[in-house]
Antibody, heavy 119, light 111 residues
Framework: QLQLQESGPGLVKPSETLSLTCTVSGTSISDSSYLWGWIRQPPGKGLEWIGTIYYTGSTYYNPSLKSRITISMDTSKNQFSLNLRSVTAADTAVFYCARHGYVSGFDPWGQGTLVTVSS | QSVLTQPPSVSGAPGQRVTISCTGSSSNIGAAYDVHWYQQLPGTAPKLLIY???NRPSGVPDRFSGSKSGTSASLAITGLQAEDEAEYYC???????????FGGGTKLTVL
C-alpha cells in the first residue's frame, strides 16, 4: 500500500530554514510515471503548491517561493525533502507531501505536519 | 488571490444537489489542462475526489461528478449527505506559472 509520511521539526525560528522530509513506502520514487510534490496549507486557509521533483532530479517551483526553496531526493532512502529558507510567521502551515502526475491529480497525500514559525 | 476561483461557500439540504464552480483562464483550464477535485474533511489531508475532469477514483460514490467547459469546471454532488460536509478544492496546471495551481476552496455545509 502506497503511503507518504512527512517528518521534521514542528517549530522553526524566524529567519531560519524549515526542513522537512517525506518518506515514501509501497512504491519507488524512481518510478518514471510520477512526480513528487509539496503542498502547504496555512491555518484556516487554502492549499498552495510549493514545488515538485521528478526522479531525474528535475525540480519545479512555485514562482512566489522559488527564491527560498530547494527540493531534493534521496533514492536510496526513498525520500524527498523540502528546505524553505528565511522563514517568517507567514510560513506557518500544515505541510503535505503527495505523489502526482503531469496530468493526473495529487494522490495519495501524506497526513501532513504542522510547522509553526515562532521565536 | 488564487489562480482558480471558487465560491467561498455553498450549502444544501440532505438529498439535494449542489454544484461548485471553478473558474480559470486561458493558461490553465482553458488551455485544456485537466481539472481535479479534492475533498478535505476537517482535520484531515485532502483526498482526490475527481481526476481528469470527470473520473472517479475507486471508492468514490457516483453521487460525485465533474465537468469542464471552456475556462471553467464544476463539481456536482447529488443526494447530499451529512458526511459530505467538507472543504472542496479544484486543481489544474498553469502554463504561465509553469506549475500546479489550486482553487481557494469551497466550504460545503449540509443544512
Amino acid at each position: 500500500q502506497l503511503q507518504l509520511q512527512e517528518s521534521g521539526p514542528g517549530l522553526v525560528k524566524p529567519s531560519e530554514t524549515l526542513s522537512l522530509t517525506c518518506t515514501v513506502s509501497g512504491t519507488s520514487i524512481s518510478d518514471s510515471s510520477y512526480l513528487w510534490g509539496w503542498i502547504r496549507q496555512p491555518p484556516g486557509k487554502g492549499l498552495e503548491w510549493i514545488g515538485t521533483i521528478y526522479y531525474t532530479g528535475s525540480t519545479y517551483y512555485n514562482p512566489s517561493l522559488k527564491s527560498r526553496i530547494t527540493i531534493s531526493m534521496d533514492t536510496s532512502k526513498n525520500q524527498f525533502s523540502l528546505n524553505l529558507r528565511s522563514v517568517t510567521a507567514a510560513d506557518t502551515a500544515v505541510f503535505y507531501c503527495a505523489r502526482h502526475g503531469y496530468v493526473s491529480g495529487f494522490d495519495p497525500w501524506g497526513q501532513g505536519t504542522l510547522v509553526t514559525v515562532s521565536s | 488571490q488564487s489562480v482558480l476561483t471558487q465560491p467561498p461557500s455553498v450549502s444544501g439540504a440532505p438529498g439535494q444537489r449542489v454544484t461548485i464552480s471553478c473558474t480559470g483562464s486561458s493558461s490553465n483550464i482553458g488551455a485544456a489542462y485537466d481539472v481535479h477535485w479534492y475533498q478535505q474533511l476537517p482535520g484531515t489531508a485532502p483526498k482526490l475526489l475527481i481526476y481528469g475532469n470527470n473520473n472517479r477514483p475507486s471508492g468514490v460514490p457516483d453521487r460525485f461528478s465533474g465537468s469542464k467547459s471552456g475556462t471553467s469546471a464544476s463539481l456536482a454532488i447529488t443526494g447530499l449527505q451529512a458526511e459530505d460536509e467538507a472543504e472542496y478544492y479544484c486543481q489544474s496546471y498553469d502554463s504561465s506559472l509553469s506549475g500546479w495551481v489550486f482553487g481557494g476552496g469551497t466550504k460545503l455545509t449540509v443544512l
